[in-house]
């Protein structure tokens, strides 16, 4: 099976063929990072990508692990805090620090699947609005 024909299939499928060892969680792993590295200068769709981390993360995983995404890697929208990585919002500004809780993917309270990095948001407008005041702020 090529790369690309590995990278479009489906994600129970992905974690079924870590479950079974037919695959292991490194090697999928790097597959995905090396597209990943071959694509996003075309796409610009990562702005954080995380080699590293996820490919320690991912040689802790184990064929037969029970966790139901073990292995299989995620990417995480830039607008959602994720430990280690920018917060942008697609805007041109960093906000500061974790405005809450680090995002598991998933919800798991013990992350199954890999972080791969986080990608790009849409470049719309957004209007939100101050709770406290009530004042419009426009970001582009």
């Known amino acids: 099976m090529s790369d690309s024909e590995l990278m479009f299939r489906p ?3 992905l974690a079924a063929m870590v479950k ?3 695959i292991s969680a490194l090697e ?10 071959a694509l996003n200068p075309t796409y610009n769709a990562f702005i954080d990508v995380f080699h590293d981390d996820a ?12 966790r139901p995404l073990a292995g299989v890697p995620v990417a995480i929208k830039n607008n959602r805090p994720v430990e280690g990585a920018r917060l942008t919002f697609a805007v041109q500004i960093t906000v ?6 680090v995002f598991a993917p998933m919800g798991l ?3 199954a699947a890999e972080c791969l990095g986080c990608t790009v948001t ?5 209007h939100l609005t101050e709770a406290s005041s009530g004042q419009q702020v426009l970001l582009v």
């Open 122 to 126: 849409g470049g719309t407008v957004q």
């Open 55 to 66: 490919r320690a993360k991912a040689k802790e995983v184990k064929s037969g692990d029970a």
């Open 96 to 101: 500061p620090g974790s405005q809450g809780p």
């Open 20 to 22: 079974s060892g037919e």
């Open 11 to 13: 994600i129970d499928e």
């Open 28 to 37: 999928l792993v790097d597959t995905s990072l090396g597209r990943i590295d």
């Open 109 to 111: 309270s013990s992350p």
